[in-house]
């Protein structure tokens, strides 16, 4: 008996350790499957997040555009806990929840606009996680009238000429871009243009651009060349010019001269021809690669034997041609040979050949030909210079009424007090040792308290005023004021024209309802951020500052806007830092007001707009509607205010300096040696187009006599210096800012803009 | 008579059941100590990998708030609301400000090497500290202490010759080009003309556990880091 037992136990000893091995190795086995899975779950659960984040991002922007397109009554109508949802109900991935709504009013450069706080929940079904998003937006009230991005070179709304040497200075040497509605011409030697866009006509000479683009005709003669590309949508006309490219849907005439910088041995080479119909004089062995033509193509001239001076030629009507001057010519028509035997290097090809040699190489056969793409008309939106646009941006707002100077301040701080309301100048002295002192006025305009003579606002002279005869058939401003003084430093609308011989040098942007002209030749105006806060100096001359080493020894007063405490903010009063002088507006001329009432409406609210618009008659009106709606009386007024665009001509005289920008509403005219440290912009919103035949229905700029932009003699425009604070000197009023949008409600285009985020 | 003999139980069969058995045990015993190292490393990189996912899941979700509602302008300095140190003896440090409804938060995130464990901390300011124009500074006197740590990792040797060390922290914050840019590309379009808002960027490098199969000199990191780039979308850098 325990023999058996014995042997049943050693069978079951080996059975059992292999068991045993078996099991630990399983449940080792288990252990590692549960780690790695728990491992797993760790990675999903990121995998995961990752998924919902990437919705919350996705709503974030999502719901920016939801807002942006929200009508304002609709915006209205938002409140705390509102919640969107879409169709997928419960499978909403997405769900916005409003948590706040702030009114934020406006500061400085910062528009009006409202702080909307979003939470947004975001889960991903299939990753089953979530992740909360709060999204602070700030959305923007549209306003009426559309803003366009900064500026890049001078522009003219306005037919334009240049005479004499006129040049343009741009940083890092890149050329300057001349834009024209309306025809150009430049006579004389004018340097540091890069390119030409006009939408009438356009004629150089002696001048060397890279582009040029007009809706009109282009002429090129007396060596003028355009380097790249030249485009006379309507017709292209160069006799002893040289263009690298010259398209037209017209006809082209082309008679090149050899241009200046060609090295010596080498042959001009003019890329591409494609036009209407065309006709080449060769000289100078100028290689042709690719002529291209609507109809007609007649080239000749002198060509070397054996240079084939025109490459590639098409035509869809008659080609008349030497072939031993050409590559390959095709014509859908006929080809007209003006030398019966010399024989193209590549093949000619036309259903009818007149005059030709018979060879393998000129087939008589419909070739096919590359389409000809017309060119599309272009069209300018002239800057909206209005200086009225500008008034709640002033420091200063002077105008006449009887024999008082009455003046409306803001945002000026003196050493004592704070200067907001109206203000009555009065002066002191004669002639040189005249003084201005603002003096308040109350409600009712009088003066009170009694003028303690503390607020210097300008010395040396100041100015005199007079009536302007023949204000309303000139579209000049019924007043003109005479500068010759020194001004408090700041912005200051002047409801008048000015006229400025010789005055002293003050920081300020100075703005005209009417014209502006500069006399003398000493003259020399100066915008506030090319001042800067403390002044400095530039090209030898010693300018003051806006908020420290002050024009004239007793002005005590300086704009807190720009002045703010120990910094400078140069984007203030809508970046009018920039501007020296600016002219013209709509308020004077053929002024209508019509008010009517109405019962109150629930969604009647108060606001003003106004929008400019040019009229069927080529008049430029300004209409401002103000509505409003009093709950006392349940009547909601409303008051439409048209007024016609005048003034905006702006001369400067001889030897003047300008340090900063002029916006011209306008026509500009410079005369000899000027120079302007900025840009300049002239509008033509004062005058009606004028017509092919050259009349001009009406002109209501303010000067007589200039009927078109000029630039004369020695006029240098150099944009290429950058004072500290006049970094961006093509940031101007009417122009985009940074951080604002071209429509100007917002950023990057849209009226809802996201400010700020972060994961709850 | 034959299966009484088939039933004899001698010394020697004992001994030759005894041999193959035991033959038979050695080879499984060798499978399992493979198996068993394999697991444990196995084991052990999973549960590194995952840490370190939700490591920089968690700093991306905490430094997206740098520079909340602080009310600054672009012209500010940018790096008022975000200071990142420079790495110094295996320390890399990042802080960073913003503010919840009335009350402004300063966080600081500390990735480090004690010995041979690499952790990453998070840690706020001592009370009363952060203020809107504190200026934020490293020094351990200003964070309170313990922080909450947020992963710590041990690396271990393939080689089974036990832990190893690199010499860089398990991550290190470096400071990439301004860029205009948002999470997950999630931006408004841009406008012609119309330069868009450009913010700061972090690029949190973490460590590719994988490393450790790599058979050379350990302390230096073969493999490199993975970057992870953060959008810090609330500081808004001025465009020159």
């Known amino acids: ?760 | 008579m034959m299966w009484r003999q088939n039933c004899g139980a001698t010394m020697i069969s004992l001994l030759v059941g005894m041999v193959v058995s035991m033959l038979a045990i050695l080879a499984s015993l060798s499978m399992f100590h493979d198996l068993v190292r394999t697991s444990a490393e196995a084991k052990t990189d999973a549960r590194h990998e995952g840490d370190l996912s939700l490591a920089v899941l968690r700093l991306d979700q905490e430094l997206l708030a740098a520079g909340f509602d602080m009310g600054r302008t672009p012209t500010d300095n940018k790096n008022l609301d975000l200071l990142i140190a420079p790495e110094n003896a295996g320390v890399s440090q990042v802080a960073w400000r913003f503010k919840n409804g009335a009350q402004y938060i300063c966080k600081r995130a500390r990735s480090y090497r004690e010995g041979d464990r690499y952790n990453l901390e998070i840690t706020d300011t001592k009370p009363a500290l952060c203020t809107r124009d504190w200026p934020l500074a490293m020094d351990d006197t200003n964070w309170v202490a313990p922080a909450e740590q947020v992963a710590s990792i041990q690396l271990l040797s393939l080689a089974g010759d036990g832990k190893i060390t690199f010499n860089r922290p398990l991550i290190n914050f470096v400071a990439a080009a301004d860029a205009a840019c948002a999470p997950y590309g999630a931006a408004a379009p841009v406008v012609a003309g119309v330069d868009p808002p450009k913010h700061p960027v972090l690029t949190i490098n973490a460590f590719d556990v994988a490393a450790v199969y790599k058979p050379l000199d350990p302390k230096e990191d073969p493999l490199g880091p993975r970057p992870h780039s953060v959008c810090l979308v609330n500081i808004t850098v001025a465009v020159p």
């Open chain 1, 1 to 760: 008996m325990g023999v058996h037992s014995f042997r049943h136990q050693r069978g079951a000893a080996t059975v059992l350790m292999s068991i045993l091995v078996g099991f630990s190795i399983t449940a080792m086995g288990l252990a590692l499957m549960f780690n790695v899975q728990n491992a797993q779950d760790k990675q999903i659960t990121a995998q995961a997040q990752v998924n919902s984040q990437s919705i919350a991002w996705a709503g974030s922007e999502a719901f920016r555009q939801v807002l942006a397109a929200m009508p304002a009554e609709e915006l209205d109508k938002l409140v705390v806990g509102s919640e969107f949802t879409n169709a997928d109900g419960a499978n909403n991935k997405l769900r916005p929840r409003v948590v706040n709504i702030q009114k934020v009013a406006a500061s400085g450069a910062a528009k009006a606009h409202s702080e909307i706080t979003v939470d947004l929940v975001a889960a991903d079904p299939v990753a089953q996680a979530g992740t909360r998003l709060q999204v602070v937006y700030n959305v923007f009230e549209a306003i009426g009238r559309p803003k366009r991005p900064p500026l890049d070179g001078s522009m003219f709304y306005d037919n334009t000429k240049s005479e004499g040497d006129v040049e343009f200075k741009n940083p890092d040497g890149k050329g300057e871009a001349i834009t024209v509605k309306g025809n150009l011409e430049i006579m004389a030697k004018v340097s540091g243009i890069a390119s030409i866009k006009a939408t009438g006509n356009v004629v150089l000479r002696d001048n060397l651009v890279k582009e040029v683009k007009a809706n009109g005709k282009v002429t090129l003669g007396g060596s003028a060349q355009v380097t790249d590309l030249l485009i006379g949508r309507a017709e292209v006309d160069i006799n002893e010019g040289f263009a690298g490219t010259v398209k037209s849907n017209g006809y082209i005439y082309y008679k090149p001269s050899k241009p200046a910088n060609l090295a010596a041995n080498t042959r001009p080479v003019v890329k591409e021809v494609i036009g209407g119909s065309i006709k080449i004089d060769n000289q100078n062995n100028t290689n042709f690669e690719s002529v291209r033509s609507g109809t007609t193509a007649v080239l000749g001239g002198a060509c070397d034997t054996g240079a084939r001076c025109f490459s590639a030629v098409e035509a869809v009507a008659n080609v008349l041609v030497d072939l031993g001057q050409a590559g390959s010519v095709a014509s859908a028509t006929q080809i007209s040979c003006s030398n019966a035997s010399n024989l193209p290097s590549g093949l000619a090809a036309a259903p009818q050949l007149t005059n030709c040699p018979t060879n393998a190489s000129i087939k008589k056969e419909i070739p096919s030909l590359k389409p000809i793409v017309p060119i599309e008309e272009f069209d300018l939106d002239p800057l909206p210079i209005d200086v009225w646009e500008h008034e709640p941006d002033a420091n200063y707002v002077i105008r006449m009424e009887a024999a008082r100077t009455l003046v409306k301040v803001q945002n000026v701080v003196s050493s004592a007090a704070t200067l907001n309301g109206n203000f009555e100048l009065v002066f002191e002295g004669d002639n040189g040792a005249k003084k201005g002192y603002l003096c308040p006025l109350n409600d009712k305009l009088v003066q009170e308290p009694a003028c303690t003579k503390d607020y210097v606002f300008c010395s040396d002279g100041c100015w005199s005023a007079s009536d302007e005869a023949d204000w309303k058939t000139s579209g000049a401003a019924p007043k003109t004021f005479f500068l010759s003084g020194h001004l408090a430093p700041g912005v200051i609308l002047f409801d008048g024209n000015l006229n400025m011989k010789d005055t002293k040098l003050s920081p300020a942007a100075l703005l005209s309802s009417g014209y502006i002209v500069t006399e003398g030749n000493n003259t020399k105006t100066l915008a506030l951020n090319f001042a800067g806060p403390s002044g400095g100096s530039f090209a030898s001359v010693t300018l003051p500052g806006v908020c420290s080493n002050l024009a004239g020894d007793s002005i005590n007063l300086k704009p807190s806007n720009f002045c703010v405490g120990a910094e400078y903010d140069s984007t203030a009063a809508n970046n009018l830092g920039n501007v020296s002088l600016m002219a013209g507006g709509a308020a004077n001329l053929d002024k209508k007001i019509t008010t009517t009432t109405a019962a109150l409406k629930e969604t009647d609210k108060a606001e003003t707009t106004s929008q400019m618009k040019r009229g069927a008659d080529g008049k430029v009106v300004k209409t401002v509607t103000k509505i409003i709606p009093d709950p006392v009386s349940a009547i909601t007024t409303t008051e439409i205010t048209t007024s016609s665009y005048s003034g905006g001509n702006i001369r400067i005289a001889a030897k003047n300096v300008i340090f900063g920008s002029i916006l011209a509403g306008n026509l500009l005219r410079t005369e000899g040696e000027s120079v302007v440290y900025g840009y300049v912009v002239s509008s033509g919103l004062a005058k009606a187009p004028t017509a092919a035949n050259g009349t001009i229905a009406f002109n209501l700029g303010g000067i007589k006599g200039l009927e078109k932009n000029e630039l004369s003699a020695k006029t240098v425009v150099d944009h290429s210096v950058a004072p500290n604070k006049y970094y961006k000197g093509n940031i101007l009023p009417g122009t985009v800012a940074d951080g604002e949008s071209v429509d100007g409600t917002g950023s990057n285009g849209d009226k809802a803009k996201v400010v700020r985020a972060r994961y709850l």
